[in-house]
């Protein structure tokens, strides 16, 4: 059973960094593209970022040069580092795995809130 | 950005009636692989959003024949055959022919 599981989210302030974690289980992260989607309170989805394969990144403009998409093969495990974090960040960031051009598999999410 | 515009915004439907969601592109969803990557999703009530129809009109697995999807280029539609209860929650379109991805902003639907 394909399985993902995101943790780290939390509290944080203004400027500050936080690392999300997305745990996959029943298939392999590094043969598969894969890509974070937040959700901001009350409001709709939004892309984040993208590694595929290959190890190519992508990022959404809102987040470029503040995010890094990275992975760790030996523990199947998929990485958000987020810093300089913004009020506009506060969001529920899913992760999720590519399939035929679709967002296949979802995460439960992890809340991050940005707030002094 | 491609922009998607969904309509209607919210949907009220008596069980066991049809319902339909549209979804319009900016521009067309045609790759040059001459595949369209566009699909729907449902998200429930305090649930992540689940993959419903990918590439237009293909059901995902355990997503029920009921539920169908059609369209091409820039225009788009989900049709429910037949509502249940279990159908309720937010339905969204995406478009993954070009980044950034790009939602559109989500149709509720609830049931009379």
């Known amino acids: 059973e394909v399985q993902l599981v995101e943790t780290g989210g939390g509290l944080i302030q203004p400027g500050g960094s936080l690392r999300l974690s997305c745990a996959a289980s029943g298939f392999t992260v590094s043969n598969n593209y894969m890509s974070w989607v937040r959700q901001a309170p009350g409001r709709g989805l939004e892309w984040v970022s993208l590694?595929?394969?290959?190890?190519?990144?992508k990022y959404a403009d809102p987040v470029k040069g503040r995010f890094t998409i990275s992975r760790d093969n030996s523990k199947n495990t998929l990485y958000l580092q987020m810093n300089s974090l913004r009020a506009e960040d506060t969001a529920v960031y899913y992760c999720?795995?590519?399939?035929?051009?679709?967002?296949?598999?979802w995460g439960q999410g992890t809340l991050v809130t940005v707030s002094s | 950005d491609i922009v998607l515009t969904q309509t209607p915004l919210s949907l009220s439907v008596t069980p066991g009636q049809p319902a339909s969601i549209s979804c319009k592109s900016s521009?067309?969803?045609?790759?040059?692989?001459?595949?369209?990557?566009f699909s729907w999703y449902l998200q429930k009530p305090g649930q992540p959003p689940q993959l419903l129809i990918y590439e237009v009109s293909n059901r995902f697995s355990g997503v029920p024949d009921r539920i169908s999807g059609s369209g091409s280029g820039t225009d788009f539609t989900l049709k429910i055959s037949r509502v249940e209860a279990e159908d309720v929650g937010v339905y969204y379109c995406?478009?993954?022919?070009?980044?950034?991805?790009?939602f559109g902003q989500g149709t509720k639907v609830e049931i009379k």
């Open positions: 999720t795995r590519g399939n035929a051009g679709a967002a296949a598999g």
């Open positions: 521009q067309s969803l045609l790759h040059s692989d001459g595949k369209t990557y």
């Open positions: 590694m595929y394969s290959t190890g190519t990144t």
């Open positions: 995406m478009q993954s022919m070009q980044l950034p991805w790009t």
